[in-house]
C-alpha cells in the first residue's frame, strides 16, 4: 500500500502528442480511463478526487490519463472524440473507446461504470 499523499503511479498526464502511445496503446496491456478536464470546470474538478480515489483503489487494474483541454491541441483530441462537454471520461481498451460518460458522478456510479466495462 503506498502513503496516502504519495501520487498514485496509475495516474498520469496525457496530451495531443503522446496520446497514441501513452492511451492507445497502452490500453492494449491495461484499460486506460481518460478523463478530459478544465480548470475552470466546476464538475471537472468535482470529479478529479472520485477518479483519483478509485486509480488507487482498483490499484492497477485501469490507468487514469488525464487530458488538459485549456491546452490549444489538446482541444483537438476533445474535437476528434467529439466531445460536447467537460469533464467527459472515455475508457480505451485493446487501443479502441469501449465506453464514456459525461459530467461529475459520484464514486458509486463511476464503480459501477468500471465493474460493468473492465
Not at 502513503?3 to 503522446?18: G, L
Not at 482498483?58 to 487530458?67: C, I, N, T
Not at 472524440?81 to 471520461?89: D, I
Request: hydrophobic share 40%; net charge negative.
Amino acid at each position: 500500500m503506498h502513503h496516502p499523499n504519495a501520487p498514485c503511479p496509475h495516474i498520469y498526464t496525457a496530451n495531443e502528442h503522446d496520446f497514441k502511445a501513452n492511451v492507445l496503446e497502452a490500453s492494449r496491456q491495461t484499460p486506460v480511463l481518460v478523463d478530459f478536464w478544465a480548470d475552470w470546470c466546476g464538475p471537472c474538478t468535482a470529479l478529479t478526487p472520485v477518479l483519483e480515489k478509485l486509480a488507487a483503489e482498483y490499484d492497477g487494474r485501469f490507468r487514469l490519463a488525464k487530458v488538459e483541454v485549456d491546452e490549444g491541441e489538446n482541444m483537438r483530441l476533445a474535437g476528434h472524440y467529439r466531445l460536447r462537454g467537460f469533464p467527459t471520461v472515455l475508457l480505451f481498451r485493446d487501443g479502441e473507446e469501449v465506453a464514456r460518460f459525461a459530467s461529475a458522478r459520484p464514486v458509486h456510479w463511476v464503480r459501477e461504470f468500471l465493474d460493468e466495462h473492465l
